[in-house]
Antibody, heavy 121, light 110 residues
Framework: QVQLVQSGSELKKPGASVKVSCKASGYTFTTYPLNWVRQAPGQGLEWMGLINTNTGNPTYAQGFTGRFVFSLDTSVSTAYLQISSLKAEDTAVYFC??????????????WGQGTLVTVSS | EIVLTQSPGTLSLSPGERATLSCRASQSVSSTYLAWYQQKPGQAPRLLIYGASSRATGIPDRFSGSGSGTDFTLTISRLEPEDFAVYYCQQFGSSPPIFTFGPGTKVDIK
């Protein structure tokens, strides 16, 4: 069955960097794009962007350029989200989600369990 | 950029009641690109509805979606205890690719 398994919670100091992983299994990794979604404490869902798992080409949403980098290691079916120069406002749960395209419809059919990143001195 | 507005912000209902959740877009959205998700505390969102009205695999038929253009609705015909959660609508715009979520509607127990 399709699974997206993310790395564990992180506690980082302001100014540090963090790398969150999302390991896929149960399907051909390079067939579907991987999306990243942020959820700040008590807030809604915010789409950060996606990475084309076939070409490695990333697309970043407005507000997620510069400090945010999406990458892949297709040899282990894993996508990564790296955030540099962390700020307190980066404290959030970060989800990966598979972008499914079926019969003209586009949606996030499978989600990782989420990774809590806490930025605090 | 298309903005999604969901109403009400909170819906307080009792088990067995009908829930009607609204999602309005600032401009017309293709129905094929409108989805609904359910999120419970401490969990990842779960796909309920895609293409505005198609239920995802394993989703009970008490959940239904409808609408077109700028107005979309998620209906839960009879609330079960496990349905009390936050519901988000989402739309996809293709040029450039961008996904937008609504702010969510919380369905809580009255």
């Amino acid at each position: 069955q399709v699974q997206l398994v993310q790395s564990g919670s992180e506690l980082k100091k302001p100014g540090a960097s963090v790398k969150v992983s999302c390991k896929a299994s149960g399907y051909t990794f390079t067939t579907y794009p991987l999306n990243w979604v942020r959820q700040a404490p008590g807030q809604g869902l915010e789409w950060m962007g996606l990475i084309n798992t076939n070409t490695g080409n990333p697309t970043y949403a407005q507000g997620f350029t510069g400090r945010f980098v999406f990458s892949l290691d297709t040899s282990v079916s894993t996508a990564y989200l790296q955030i540099s120069s962390l700020k307190a406002e980066d404290t959030a749960v970060y989800f990966c989600a598979r972008g499914d395209y079926y019969a003209g419809n586009y949606y996030f059919g499978y989600w990782g369990q989420g990774t809590l990143v806490t930025v605090s001195s | 950029e298309i903005v999604l507005t969901q109403s009400p912000g909170t819906l307080s209902l009792s088990p067995g009641e009908r829930a009607t959740l609204s999602c309005r877009a600032s401009q017309s959205v293709s129905s094929t690109y409108l989805a609904w998700y359910q999120q419970k505390p401490g969990q990842a969102p779960r796909l309920l509805i895609y293409g505005a009205s198609s239920r995802a695999t394993g989703i009970p038929d008490r959940f239904s979606g409808s609408g077109s253009g700028t107005d979309f609705t998620l209906t839960i015909s009879r609330l079960e205890p496990e349905d009390f959660a936050v519901y988000y609508c989402q739309q996809f715009g293709s040029s450039p690719p961008i996904f937008t979520f609504g702010p969510g509607t919380k369905v809580d127990i009255k």
